[in-house]
């Protein structure tokens, strides 16, 4: 079992960056991330291993978002930059099933935290 805190949204203007941040109760688990933008289904953002050496990003996302983690301090993160309206959502952070995952985007996520909302002007 993990239990995850999301911090750090916010409202941005277009082009402007956040820096969302997961605390977790472990460092041995594979981490995600996902938005669930307004009137629509929770879609995955990015996702790294349990050890930091393997990352995956959504096309949408792909060399403006980077997803980075601190073992030791048990957080993750994810840098968002050249924010866009579309990128407004619910952002959650998720932790794979077992520890020691690889972290695909198809590995079973399984434990939520609540969410944190951004907001990006047009």
């Known amino acids: 079992q993990v239990q995850l805190v999301e911090s750090g949204g916010g409202l941005v203007q277009a082009g402007g960056s956040l820096r969302l941040s997961c605390a977790a109760s472990?460092?041995?688990?594979?981490m995600g991330w996902f938005r669930q933008a307004p009137r629509k289904e929770r879609m995955f953002v990015a996702s790294?291993?349990?050890?930091?050496?393997?990352?995956w990003y959504s096309d949408s996302v792909k060399g403006r978002f980077t997803i980075s983690r601190d073992n030791a301090k048990n957080m993750v993160y994810l840098q968002m930059n050249d924010l866009n309206p579309e990128d407004t959502g619910v952002y959650y952070c998720?932790?794979?099933?077992?520890?020691?995952?690889?972290?695909?985007?198809?590995?079973?996520?399984?434990?939520w935290g609540q969410g944190t909302q951004v907001t990006v002007s047009s």
């Open positions: 998720a932790a794979d099933r077992a520890p020691n995952g690889v972290g695909s985007p198809n590995s079973v996520f399984t434990f």
């Open positions: 790294i291993a349990w050890d930091g050496r393997r990352t």
């Open positions: 472990s460092s041995r688990y594979a």
